[in-house]
């Protein structure tokens, strides 16, 4: 099992440079944890492309699929007091912190116990320093 943040997540819906390796990532462990507004965010990402008048049907298709099938971590006060704390620690949006909070609850207060897939490299960074092993790669011109 594995918790996944968005930026690992989109690429299984849109094709991008990380979509190779999400795709080896989930071969490898299909067993994805989520944070509750991953959906939210996903369909955000793939809306962009629609209002620039691209066919995305397929995408939403996936992302119904993925979201039956992944386990969510609900919005609850031990991931907002979680996110709070990240914030004041690390560099990072509220919407990170909020991810990188709610995979902290997923390993149960053991980060070092679960993988964290992110390819967002700040929200790499954050993850290491909380003691998570992080899988995913950014790639160039990422933040």
């Known amino acids: 099992m594995r ?34 507004g991953t959906a939210t965010e996903c369909v955000s990402a793939i809306a962009r492309p629609e209002r ?5 049907s397929e995408a939403f298709d996936r992302l119904d699929a993925l979201a039956h099938a992944w386990a ?25 912190a909020l991810q990188l909070a709610a995979a902290t609850v997923a390993a149960e207060g053991a980060p070092s116990s679960l993988r964290f ?12 320093r909380e003691g998570f092993a992080v899988l995913g790669e950014a790639p160039r011109g990422a933040r």
Do not use: C, Y
Request: glycine share 2%; charged share 30%.
């Open 3 to 36: 918790f996944w943040d968005t930026s690992a997540i989109v690429p299984l819906l849109l094709q991008e440079a990380s979509t190779g390796r999400a795709k080896d990532l989930l071969q490898e462990d299909s067993e994805v944890v989520v944070w509750w």
């Open 52 to 56: 620039a008048g691209e066919r995305v």
């Open 72 to 96: 969510e971590i609900e919005a609850s006060d031990m991931v907002r007091r979680n996110a709070s704390r990240v914030l004041r620690t690390h560099a990072l949006t509220a919407a990170d």
């Open 117 to 128: 897939v992110t390819f967002d490299r700040r929200l790499q960074a954050a993850a290491a």
